[in-house]
């Protein structure tokens, strides 16, 4: 008995919010055959100049979506490098050479201006499907969770059959669909900046954007201090994330947009750190607070005709560098899922399924960020640095690994990884149809992830109950 169906029918879906997570899912459904419209409550002039990174597991679907990724500018990661805080010199190295050889394909690190423009011409533009719609200035204010009607702030109404929350860390859907957060703000503050690598070179400074490395300064076990250095704009921007703890600088309460704050405020919580990224810091431009808040995972994410994506639906800690690639992988999800292979037309099912195989991952993401936050070997990659003198980790067998985030590759397109033994989506959404559906799943795969795989924390998959 075959999961595939021929009972699919187009849906007119509306996307409330109009970020990466928005612009993803609309690729995504209007190539699975969908008419989409995107209802942003800005005009996207005040877009926030940082970088974004995209690791393989969210590569592998702007990929398979088409989009040009060359118009993201991006640097190709080479290395994550973690620094001691006062010399600078390296404590743990994860080499990335064979990353894309090994995971089919490469670690991006965009700037966020440039992803969001780059996915927006996929969605809008030239391609598969109908190419979708984007309304700006419509910020969403309620739905109607019997009818799919939207209302929003300009007094305008729209009716949708499949409606999708992708409204960021302060949605509004969430709260429509009755989701009432539990957080509490961070241990830690965060302050960005950005370094243009021409100033930095001029004034002889170390030029990192050679690295082609994300590289972070301290952020061993039970310390708050840590920076992070992503090199985007094919290098010619450095873009800084400053953590320190909360209690020598509390900005819980701001947000993007505000003034930026003076470079004093930047240096004063690190007087030993290493004089090289220290004078990196002092030439610091845009330096803005990242409002940090830990969020419990939701009990669910879908309600009616409503589904939740990105951080909408699982805001997390930015340890782990996966806030991006979760709302693209949300996105690849519902594409597959309403797709003509999958979707019999029964939208209850399909956000069932959705909801079924997203929140396990996204959750465990989620909790792994948090602990990255004081604990850098938590971190994917450094988390396989078991031979380090400084590696600990909490419980092996909880962290975190690369094997399990980076997934499986579509074999007509990338012949390379034909026998792939890792996690496969589409096998993830067939077991959970199958079983929605009283039909047999077969294939050797539980939760998405082979049979017979070990990861690096001890387990095997098939030799113990789900993941
Ligand atoms: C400075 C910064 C740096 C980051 N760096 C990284 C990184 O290196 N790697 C990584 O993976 N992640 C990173 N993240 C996180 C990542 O950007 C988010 O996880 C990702 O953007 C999630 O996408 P999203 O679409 O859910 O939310 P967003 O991209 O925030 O989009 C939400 C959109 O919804 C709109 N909106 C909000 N409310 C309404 C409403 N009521 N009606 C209509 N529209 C509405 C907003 O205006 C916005 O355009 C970073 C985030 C920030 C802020």
Known sequence: MSIETNSWR?????VIGGGIGGMSVAIALRRAGHTVTIYERHDFAGEV????????????????????????????????????????????????????????YVY???HRQYMHAMLKDSALGEGEGVPAVLKVNH??????????????TNNTTAHHDLIIGADGIGSAVRKIIGLKPEKKPSDSSC?????????AVRLGLVDYSQHSALEYWGGQEGKWDKIVLSPCNGGKLLSYYCFFPREKGDFVNHTWGGEDRPVEELLAPYPELDAQVRSHLAIGTEI????????????????????????????????????????IEDAAALGIIFSKTYF?????????????????????????????????????GFSSNTNMS??????????????????????TIHKIQTNSRRYDMYKDVEEVLAAKRKLPFTAPYINGLPVGLKLPNGYTIGELAKL
């Open 49 to 104: 100049g940082a970088s974004v990174s995209c690791a393989a597991n969210g590569t592998r679907w702007l990929h398979e979506w088409g989009v040009d990724v060359s118009k993201g500018d991006p640097v190709v990661l080479r290395k994550l490098i973690n620094r001691d805080w006062k010399t600078g010199e390296p404590v743990s190295v994860y080499d990335l050479d064979d990353y894309e050889k090994k995971w089919g």
């Open 10 to 14: 187009p849906l007119n879906v509306g």
């Open 390 to 411: 400084t590696y600990k980790v909490e419980d092996e067998k909880k962290k975190l690994t690369i094997e399990e985030m980076n997934a499986w590759v579509y074999p």
């Open 139 to 152: 910020q969403c204010q309620d739905i109607n969770l019997q009818t799919g009607t939207i209302t929003f």
């Open 288 to 327: 803005r607070p990242w409002r940090l808040w830990v969020h419990e995972p939701y009990p669910y994410i879908t309600r009616n005709m409503v589904c939740l994506l990105g951080d909408a639906g699982h805001p997390m800690m930015p340890h782990q560098s996966q806030g991006a690639c979760m709302a």
């Open 108 to 110: 991006n690190m965009f």
């Open 344 to 380: 019999n037309g029964n939208i209850d099912e399909a956000l069932s399924v959705y909801e079924s195989i997203r929140l396990p991952r996204v959750t465990k993401v989620q909790s792994a960020a948090a602990k990255a936050a004081y604990n850098i070997n938590e971190r994917i």
């Open 191 to 199: 302050l960005h900046a950005n370094v243009r690598t021409e100033d």
